[in-house]
């Protein structure tokens, strides 16, 4: 049994990956990635999402045994998030990592690209492979976004992260968590984040390789193809500083 477990949160788009495959390399850190995503059972509220992290935990035979939860993850396996967290406590030795993307239009932005291409990340063998030559243009409905299984308003899934992000924030209170922002920790230079992540866990950091580079580097006023039709849905809301990031 992994002598820690390792729950990552965060609404999707947010550097989960590059952050995970440098943890990966880590002799003492094992990361398992969205260990939701390909687990469809669960999401019909069968079989028990704390097991599978035990289960799994167990055969990696790590000190620390890492995994991410995404927003609609906790939807789609029928738990609440409050009781999800409370099964993590209750199943072992527990460390949760809140990993935030301040401007969650770009995470819209950023998912509806990858949809199009067909390419979720940009991952190579040694090194980052180079940003994106070509620029790809993508709608996005105001009034009816399909993202994350769900088609709603677009400022209907802002509030939704919103929420997200508070109820965290009012549920691990009391538990330590280490809370880290794309932005902050992440756009700039990935291994901030890596060694932070190693120093809370009492682990030294060891040299890792980045491998990944960003997908949608360019300004949302060249990706959204009717960028005037959000600006004007997000115009007097708080969200509205979104647009020019």
Not at 149 to 177: C, K, M, N, Q
């Amino acid at each position: 049994m992994a002598a820690g477990i390792l729950s990552m949160f965060h609404i999707g788009r947010a550097g989960s990956t590059v952050l995970g495959d440098m943890l990966n390399q880590h002799p003492s850190i094992g990361w398992d990635s969205e260990i939701y995503a390909t687990k469809r059972r669960l999401w019909l509220g069968q079989g028990d999402p704390v097991a599978l992290v035990q289960r799994r935990a167990t055969l990696l035979r790590k000190r620390w045994y890492g995994f991410e939860v995404k927003a609609f993850h906790v939807r789609l396996i029928g738990w609440t998030l409050g009781d999800l967290v409370d099964a993590y406590r209750a199943g072992g030795p527990a460390r949760f990592m809140v990993l935030r993307r301040e401007n969650t239009l770009r995470k819209i932005v950023s998912t509806a690209v990858a949809r199009v291409t067909g390419r979720f990340h940009l991952a190579g063998q040694s090194a980052a492979p180079p940003v994106p030559a070509a620029m790809v243009r993508v709608r996005i409905d105001p009034h009816a976004h399909f993202i994350d299984g769900e088609t709603r308003p677009l400022v209907e899934f802002l509030e939704s992260f919103d929420r997200f992000h508070g109820s965290l924030d009012e549920i691990l209170a009391s538990d330590d968590p280490l809370r880290l922002s794309y932005e902050a920790d992440i756009l700039g230079d990935p291994q901030r984040a890596y060694r932070a992540t190693c120093r809370w866990l009492g682990e030294e950091p060891v040299p890792v390789v980045m491998r990944f580079a960003r997908t949608t580097p360019f300004p949302l006023r060249e990706v959204i193809e009717n960028y005037d039709d959000v600006a004007r849905a997000l115009e007097g809301t708080r969200w509205a500083w979104m647009l020019g990031g």
